[in-house]
């Protein structure tokens, strides 16, 4: 299961932002400026933190302005190594520019994965969000410590997370209450939504515009919003 350091979207105090820890391993699904300083205590709160792995799903600042700040932290004040896991080689290269020539990393501190080389990676999914970053967003599907999870990112469409759907699943999704071509409308979306629920994917929903119109939208199902972790 995951946690959240936020469930938020673009415009929302705080940013999108799932975690899970794995013995000493602390796994960041993206990292937002705006849920840094509750990605520091959560580091400083674990007795044992071997690496860090920041999973990204795309590289719009909600998802990603935190990273560069975030090696540093690790580098400088912890000693903990930092791994960028990117989910294509493009998108590799834009974090790689990101971190040596914007935020200046030192480079021992921090490298970059493909995102399909971690364990707890199954598939990397690609998905459509915004047209100025066609082909360059994706979502997971992940095993973590047994649970199988299906995580969106950001995305307009279910589709090409379906495939990976079971009644076993824990599915992420994303969720907007207000309509745009780039995000999953909770207007389009709820059948389908209340549909896989129905059949036993248990379904949390995250990177919220409007909780209390999600909240309306939901009561009554077994569909859940994204659980915040306590820091």
């Not at 933190?49 to 590289?59: D, P, Q």
């Not at 950001?154 to 999704?173: A, E, G, K, Q, R």
Request: net charge negative; glycine share 6%; with cysteine.
């Amino acid at each position: 299961m995951l946690e959240f350091l936020g469930r938020g979207s673009a415009f929302a105090p705080e940013n999108n932002n799932a975690y899970f820890i794995d013995g000493g391993d602390l796994v960041l699904i993206d990292c937002s400026m705006n849920t840094l300083q509750r990605a520091i205590a959560l580091c400083r709160s674990l007795q044992e933190l071997r690496r860090i792995y920041v999973l990204v799903t795309h590289t719009h600042s909600d998802h990603i302005s935190g990273i560069g700040m975030l090696i540093h932290y690790a580098y400088f004040m912890l000693g903990v190594p930092v791994t960028i896991a990117a989910p294509s080689d493009e998108v590799a290269a834009d974090l790689r520019y990101l971190c040596e020539h914007l935020d200046g990393c030192e480079p021992a501190s921090f490298d970059i994965a493909d995102a399909a080389s971690l364990k707890w990676v199954k598939a990397v999914i690609p998905t459509s969000h915004a047209a100025a970053l066609e082909g360059r967003c994706f979502g997971f599907h992940l095993d973590v410590q047994g649970c199988d999870i299906v995580y969106t990112g950001d995305t307009n469409t279910l589709d090409p997370f379906l495939p990976y759907i079971t009644p076993d699943t824990v599915l992420y999704s994303e969720i907007s209450a207000v309509f745009s071509p780039v995000h999953l409308y909770i207007g389009s979306a709820i059948d389908r939504l209340k549909a896989l629920s129905d059949s036993g994917t248990k379904i949390y929903l995250m990177h919220i515009d409007i909780e209390d119109e999600i909240l309306q939208a939901i009561e009554g199902t077994d569909i859940s919003l994204a659980p915040l972790g306590k820091f």
